[in-house]
């Protein structure tokens, strides 16, 4: 996970892995690592069209996502391949954000978040995927969370349509989250997880290689 410090990154991991939340979470230092089972979806709901535009069951997934429908914390849909998910929690202050694109290089898919109560976090997302770019190319899977969407929306300093037309813009799908609610992280981490999974299995194939399941499933880091 990248993104400037305080908006969430920590809390995000917290609540995947069911633990409380908390308003006043320590910034992380460096970076902390996150193992959890995930399933991978035998479906395509994820998909985005050939010019990055979102498929109607991507639509549909991201509308649940601001509804706020969603699974235990922790857990997705228990239907499909279990595989062990590794996500590096990592620090946003500036002297620490050369260490952490250093440790997302082996990853296979990354979460940009941004706080919707701070427009200068959101700004930093531009920062952030040129980094990117600059270190995977194009070759990643990449979505966009705005995060403390539980705050009253007078509080948001970036506006729903605001977000939304800078993701389409740069071709990612974004979805509204909250730590706090558990609302619309599931639904995030589902998506990316399956379209990086899918982009892995891709290629290697083009590669001629036969993926080792078992071995994958040790290997397989996100975000």
Do not use: P
């Amino acid at each position: 996970m990248l993104g400037d410090t305080e908006v969430g990154k920590t809390a995000i991991c917290n609540s995947l892995l069911g633990i409380e939340f908390l308003d006043n979470n320590l910034s992380t230092i460096g970076k902390e690592k996150v193992e959890l089972k995930w399933v991978i979806k035998k479906n395509k709901e994820c998909e985005k069209g050939k010019e990055g535009e979102l498929t109607e069951k991507g639509e549909k997934i991201q509308k649940e996502a601001e509804k706020g429908e969603k699974g235990k914390k922790g857990e997705n849909d228990e239907k499909g391949e279990e595989i062990k998910l590794i996500i590096l929690d990592t620090a946003g202050q500036e002297r620490f954000r050369s260490t952490a694109l250093n440790a997302m290089r082996s990853a296979h898919g990354i979460v940009v978040t941004f706080d919707v109560s701070s427009k200068k976090t959101f700004e930093n997302v531009t920062y952030w995927l040129g980094k990117i770019k600059d270190t995977f190319n194009d070759d990643i899977c990449i979505v966009l969370f705005g995060n403390k969407c539980d705050l009253e929306e007078s509080t948001w300093e970036v506006k729903r349509e605001e977000a939304k037309k800078f993701a389409e813009d740069k071709k990612l799908m974004y979805f509204e989250t909250s730590a706090k609610e558990n609302k619309g992280i599931t639904e995030g981490f589902d998506y990316i997880v399956n379209a990086a999974y899918e982009h892995l299995e891709k290629s290697e194939r083009g590669k001629g290689i036969q993926l080792d399941r078992k071995k994958k499933k040790k290997i397989f880091g996100c975000c």
